[in-house]
Nanobody, 121 residues
Framework: QVQLVESGGGLVQTGGSLRLSCAAS????????MGWFRQAPGKEREFVAS?????WYADSVKGRFTISRDNAKNTVYLQMNSLKPEDTAVYYC?????????????????WGQGTQVTVSS
């Protein structure tokens, strides 16, 4: 059974940084695209970043966020710098069933429980 467990969320001031981690079990992440999504209160879950055959970022985080992976640890990371209040959301890690990167939620078969990120102004 595939499990994804996020950690690293918290409360940070505007301009601060956080690094989210997503530890995977039940599959080897090097064979699959991994993604980060986020959902703010009252809004739909939206794409943040994807890593597989390349990387892809949402325009709203490009230049501030970096997705990376440590295949030896079977873990994906999201380094978030220059955080803004509008980055406040629950952040979810997801694993696709293929290696191609995607911003489409339906392409991801497995999801973590999410970790809260709150950026104060």
């Amino acid at each position: 059974q595939v499990q994804l467990v996020e950690s690293g969320g918290g409360l940070v001031q505007t301009g601060g940084s956080l690094r989210l981690s997503c530890a995977a079990s039940g599959r080897t992440i090097s064979n699959y695209a991994m993604g980060w999504f986020r959902q703010a209160p009252g809004k739909e879950r939206e794409f943040v970043a994807s890593s597989g055959l390349g990387t892809w970022y949402a325009d709203s985080v490009k230049g501030r966020f970096t997705i990376s992976r440590d295949n030896a640890k079977n873990t994906v990371y999201l380094q978030m710098n220059s955080l803004k209040p509008e980055d406040t959301a629950v952040y979810y890690c997801a694993s696709s069933n293929g290696i191609a990167i995607s911003r489409v939620r339906d392409r991801y078969a497995y999801w973590g429980q999410g970790t809260q990120v709150t950026v104060s102004s």
